[in-house]
């Protein structure tokens, strides 16, 4: 069974069309990459996923289970886990409170059990500080625990978002633009730990990307996105070659 | 007949809301900040008219000359003072430093003049008595409904006839792609608050002949109530501002007449509520979506 | 016994808590805090809760709202009627007017939070403005409630033990609450409301849950102060007083609780020394808050809690003297 089936998925922001008939289908650790020029309509993708908009038609279901009409935060229950195109932190909390608000779904305390300190809060923050450093620790990052998550240089704000991401336990994880303002070096590590990702954690991973490098190092697959309508899928082989992808990258024959 | 009595002193108020609704909405769609004190704006302009005729016996021409144009620098150096330099901080601090203006201004003119009620002159004692459709209507009604509309004109071959007008919906409109075609933001946002807070005392003028009795509190209620209109408007659309401030004369004074005066007021917030709660963007506005 | 590091400092803030009311207890009881400032003891507590409970909902969640003081209405007028009407004995009916107080208040508060708490920013601080008033002008208007004369001859039940247990109590569910991960989930809407919600957190859900918590120990106080006060009318309730509590809160920090209680002190003592500024009250208030944002935003510990750490900063920056901090009020859970 496909881990994410997307079918017909369109959506109308006042009279224009922002997408029409996206189909995407996602199987269980795959990495995926959605590509296409700027404005092409991949972020709504996320968004319409994500149910930060609602689709004018078509379906979204994950692992069978229909998604359209959620709640983002029911969302992240269901499996589906995101980061931003301009990176959005807790900025003045610390670096493991950021984790933490990951894992909140993941513990399991009431309100008066916190509040009244019972046993089931103190095991639960432990349990809960221990996965987060464990997290950390995959990231090099165990020594900025407690470092406000602001402070943090570009890089490092990247991979606390994702983190936090992974932190929701997802079955897939929505990468916006995770190479943005990256060099080389930093691309080529990033796509190591997207690879780490998705083995360790055995999910799948779908990402907008522009960095050509990234997306064809990495991506299984890709889907070509333009005007808000899919172009061409296949593997970057076949899409390296597509006309019409060509096309739209460089606006001519 | 007392239909059109209501109606017709709606009108009146209306007028009035419309004139002070104009200052909420045009900064609010420059800068995108409700001007808390531009209610006390207004008062001031009230105490500023007072002064001008009793003090100075300026005739009422004069007066409203020398009001319009104190509270239009009032208006400016507010701007500059508190709020321009936190254009960039979060937006709870200029709501803060803005409930700050509106206390402050309060604040000042109970201590320069007094927290007492001062009685207003009555400059038009002497103005004729109109007679339309069976009913006596005074100079005042009729003046301000007309003064109202002339003004209202005014602004609007302003905004779009004129480069300053122009400047204005852009910035309005796109402040970064304003900066970019040359416009100075800084000149256009000063303008923008010194044409509304004429506006408004001008409003306050009018108010003031129509109750002739001023106090430090005086531009709340009025205030609040053009605030509303401005929203049920559509918040920062000039024309939604216009048509607001007249629906909720009218709405206001009907409520006065047929059910009771303190009704009035709850329907003045009953409307705020339904339009926050079911159309925020009001009758004019459109659904913007935060992007994401 | 050993204790860890967390037991140990719930201890030492225990025995703080303790230690400070026997203090203030006996200053009292022997007559060298006289009446008129024990009153103002009892005002400054009161205010603390109100400040605290207030930063909930503005600091912590982030949301400006301007009808706190409706809530206090409530409860002051629901635990004034209980004392007045239940026909119990003032002793018993005092506790259960206070926890009624804040029980009303915090029905309130869930009543206008749905609604308001779907708006944002400048719209939410006008509608919880406009919520206030009219709360203010209902209650003047019905029967029950004394109408426009409000209620009188309350019960003077509030003394130092109530008034003490309440503020500790209220600033120690903060304190835990916010050390928690529903706090924390409180404080990431303040941060970023769209994170949050893609972080798996219910905004709607914490949102009305701050709001309503801060309604509840509002409408506590309010009590409080109806049976202080032995008078109350919904005027001394409006606008203004929503005011006095936000610049507390603004002054003391937007998300520090020992600002709060620090401000809250500072704002209620201050007026009292300086009674003969106290017309130019509002007026010093509006230029605090104005020359607050403007300069010094975060207020006086903006989101710090005073802790050793910080008490140990300030004794250094002093002049490099070597003091040892007091322990404040601040768990490290």
Redesign the interface.
């Known amino acids: 069974m496909a881990l994410l089936k997307v079918d017909n998925l369109g959506i109308t922001?006042?009279g224009l069309r922002a997408l029409d008939d996206v189909r995407i289908e996602i199987h269980p650790n795959e990495i995926i990459g959605l590509i296409g020029p700027n404005g092409a309509g991949k972020?709504t993708v996320f968004?319409l996923l994500?149910s930060?908009?609602a689709p004018s038609a078509g379906s979204i279901e994950l692992e069978g289970i229909s998604i359209v009409g959620k709640?983002?935060?029911e969302i992240?229950?269901h499996g589906i886990?995101?980061t931003?195109q301009n990176i959005?932190?807790?900025?003045?909390?610390s670096v493991i409170?950021n984790i933490?608000?990951?894992?909140?779904?993941n513990?399991n305390?009431s309100?008066l059990a916190?509040?009244?300190?019972l046993p089931s809060?103190w095991s639960?923050?432990k349990r809960?500080t221990e996965a987060a450093m464990q997290l950390l620790k995959m990231f090099n990052m165990e020594h900025l625990a407690e470092h406000r998550a602001g402070s943090l240089p570009y890089g490092q704000q990247r991979k606390l978002e994702i983190c936090?991401?992974l932190?929701?336990q997802p079955k897939l994880l929505l990468l916006d633009e995770p190479a943005a303002g990256m060099n080389p070096t930093e691309t080529r590590e990033l796509m190591e730990t997207i690879r780490f990702i998705r083995d360790h954690f055995q999910i799948s991973v779908l990402l907008i990307e522009h960095d050509m490098s990234l997306v064809m190092g990495l991506c299984e697959r890709l889907i070509v996105l333009d005007y808000g309508v899919i172009i061409a899928t296949g593997t970057p082989e076949e899409i390296k070659k597509n006309p019409k992808v060509i096309g739209a990258y460089l606006g001519g024959e | 007949m007392t239909f059109l009595t209501y109606f017709l002193n709606g009108l009146q108020a209306g007028s009035i809301y419309a004139l002070i609704a104009l200052g909420y909405t045009m900064v609010y769609g420059i800068v995108k900040l409700i001007n808390f004190a531009h209610g006390d704006v207004m008062m001031v302009g009230a105490y500023v008219a007072l002064f001008s005729l009793t003090s100075f016996n300026l005739p009422l021409w004069a007066t409203v000359l020398v009001t319009m144009l104190f509270t239009a620098v009032l208006g400016v150096v507010i701007e500059r003072f508190a709020y321009k330099p936190l254009r960039k901080s979060a937006r709870i601090s200029a709501l803060i430093t803005a409930i700050g203006v509106s206390l402050l201004l309060q604040n000042l003119v109970m201590l320069i003049f007094s927290p007492n009620p001062l009685p207003f002159p009555d400059p038009l004692k002497a103005a004729p008595v109109f007679e339309i459709g069976g009913l006596k209507v005074s100079t005042l009604t009729v003046g301000t409904i007309v003064a109202a509309f002339i003004l209202m004109a005014i602004l609007t071959l302003f905004i779009t006839k004129t480069r300053m007008g122009k400047a204005m919906r852009a910035v309005s409109e796109d402040t970064g792609a304003a900066i970019l075609m040359g416009i100075n933001v800084n000149t256009t946002i000063s303008v923008t608050f010194a044409i509304g807070s004429a506006l408004a005392s001008f409003a306050a003028i009018l108010y003031v002949l129509a109750y002739p009795q001023i106090q430090p509190y005086m531009g709340s209620m009025p205030g609040l109530k053009a605030f509303v209109a401005a929203v049920l408007g559509g918040i920062g659309i000039i024309p939604g501002a216009m048509v607001g401030g007249m629906v909720l004369g009218i709405a206001e004074s009907l409520t006065k007449g047929y059910i009771s005066s303190q009704f009035s007021d709850a329907v003045v917030f009953g409307i705020l509520i339904l339009v926050l709660l079911f159309k925020p963007s009001g009758l004019f506005g459109?659904n913007v979506?935060e992007k994401? | 016994m050993k204790l860890s590091k967390i037991q140990r400092s719930y201890l030492y803030n225990a025995l703080a808590v303790v230690g400070v009311f026997i203090v203030l207890y006996v200053l009292q009881l022997t007559g060298l805090i006289g009446r008129y400032y024990q009153g103002i003891l009892l005002t400054l507590l009161i205010n603390i809760v109100l400040t605290v409970s207030l930063n909930l909902a503005t600091g912590f969640l982030g949301q400006l709202t301007l009808g706190h003081a409706g809530f206090v209405s409530v409860g002051a007028y629901t635990a004034a009627l209980i004392s007045l009407r239940s026909g119990l004995p003032e002793a018993v009916a005092f506790p259960i007017a206070l926890v009624s107080g804040g029980v009303v208040a915090a029905v309130f508060g869930i009543m206008i939070g749905i609604p308001a708490l779907r708006l944002r920013g400048d719209y939410l601080a006008i509608i919880t403005l406009g919520f206030g008033e009219i709360i203010r002008v209902v209650i003047l208007n019905l029967k029950f409630t004394g109408g426009a004369s409000g209620l009188n001859g309350i019960p003077i039940m509030t003394n130092f033990p109530y008034a003490y247990s309440i503020a500790v109590l209220t600033i120690t569910?903060m304190f835990?609450?916010i050390r928690?991960?529903?706090?924390?989930?409180i404080?990431?809407i303040r941060?970023?409301e769209?994170?949050?919600?893609?972080?798996?957190?219910?905004?709607t859900y914490y949102k009305l849950?701050a709001f309503t918590i801060a309604a509840f120990f509002a409408g506590v106080a309010g009590g409080l102060q109806a049976h202080m006060l032995f008078v109350i009318d919904a005027n001394k309730f409006g606008f203004i007083y929503s005011v006095d509590i936000m610049v507390m809160v603004v002054l003391g920090g937007m998300g520090s609780i020992t600002g709060s209680i620090l401000a809250a002190s500072i704002l209620t003592i201050l007026p009292e020394l300086l009674r003969d500024l106290a017309q130019y009250r509002m007026l010093i208030y509006s230029i605090l808050l104005i020359v607050l944002m403007l300069y010094r935003p975060a207020g006086l510990l903006g989101?710090h809690e005073l802790s050793q750490k910080i008490l140990g900063q300030w004794a250094g920056r002093l002049g490099g003297k070597k003091r040892t901090p007091t322990t404040p009020d601040s768990p490290e859970?």
């Open positions: 922001f006042g972020t968004n994500t930060v908009y709640k983002s935060f992240i229950k886990a995101r931003f959005r932190l807790f900025k003045d909390i409170d933490r608000i990951g894992y909140h779904n513990a305390y309100i916190g509040i009244l300190r809060f639960e923050e809960m936090r991401a932190a929701t | 459109r979506r994401v | 569910v835990l609450l928690s991960r529903h706090g924390r989930a404080i990431s941060e970023d769209i994170a949050a919600e893609s972080s798996g957190i219910n905004t849950l989101r859970a």
